[in-house]
């Protein structure tokens, strides 16, 4: 092991050309997956997803919130009744919702569907299935 006072000039300033290289070259495999155009969520459970994308606007309780906007109560709304409803508000956004069809996969719209049909006092046993988001992208 040769250290870097034994070095050369040249072979110093190589070695330093390197280190000072490196941190940037180092982040060049984290960064690739934010610059990719349509960041996807990672959360896969119903729970995981209300937690971390939709109780910032529709609250832990999911009785919603009136403010700057309106975010409409999803607790015991009977317009979950109907699958497709939110299945077409979560893929295609509405209003002053964000879509989020290019953000999460048919799976994940789906286990969010039926997490928020089955919660907060909503008893709808008929789960959509991942099929169903699939066919509300057509
Ligand atoms: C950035 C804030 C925001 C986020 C995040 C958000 N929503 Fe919404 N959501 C809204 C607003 C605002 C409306 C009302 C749209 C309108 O009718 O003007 C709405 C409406 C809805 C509706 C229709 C309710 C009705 O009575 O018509 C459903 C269902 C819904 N959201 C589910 C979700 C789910 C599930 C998530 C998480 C994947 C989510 N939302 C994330 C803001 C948000």
């Known amino acids: 092991m040769t250290t870097p006072t034994s070095r050369s000039g040249p072979a110093l300033a190589a070695m330093l050309l390197c280190c000072l290289a490196m941190p940037t070259r180092a982040q060049t495999p984290p960064a690739a997956p934010i610059l990719s155009p349509t960041p996807r969520f990672v959360e896969k459970t119903g729970e995981e997803i209300y937690a971390n994308v939709c109780r910032a606007c529709h609250m832990s309780d999911a ?20 699958g497709g409803y939110p299945v077409s508000v979560i893929v295609n956004g509405l209003k002053g919702m964000p879509s989020f069809g290019g953000m999460m996969s048919d799976e994940q719209i789906a286990a969010i569907v039926n997490y928020v049909r089955t919660q907060f006092g909503n008893s709808y046993a008929d789960a959509v299935k991942v099929e169903d988001v699939a066919n509300a992208r057509r």
């Open 63 to 82: 009785k919603g919130a009136a403010g700057a906007a309106v975010y409409p109560s999803l607790a015991g709304n009977a317009k979950l009744a109907a």
